[in-house]
């Protein structure tokens, strides 16, 4: 029976096949031949198989475990809903991205202060060329006009 990805809860029994996109974290208990795209989560760029023992105290590094948005490259496994929702890996780290102030980084601030030099000396050149003209004798019409 085919079950949306909204009605997946802790604990369901699922099956997964290649081309399928994880609903939801997952331990594998059995599999065949299982592959998973990462690069979502971890960057990298060849599909990790998967297998029913556990490899690591990581769950990132760990062999039985699947995450939510990766896809499942090739063969197929069955396994228990561990995670769902906002608490899976992925919606931790999606949590944590908005939770970050919008307080501004080291090289924008000097950039910053950088832009607030150049208009400085900018405004301060061209006051001075102004002044400059008119202790010369030109006349206002000629500055600009000419």
Known sequence: TVVNAENITLGDLIEVKGGDKLPADIRIVECSGF???NSSLTGESEPQSR????????????????????????????????SCGDNTVMGRIASLASS?????TPIAIEIEHFIHIV?????????TFFILAFILGYEPIELWCS
């Open 35 to 37: 592959k998973v795209d």
């Open 51 to 82: 297998g029913a023992e556990c490899t690591d105290d990581n769950p990132i590094e760990t062999k039985n475990l699947a995450f939510f948005s990766t896809n499942a490259v090739e063969g197929a496994a069955r396994a228990v809903v561990i």
């Open 100 to 104: 970050l102030g919008s307080d501004q």
């Open 119 to 127: 208009s400085g000396v900018a405004v301060f050149l061209g006051v």
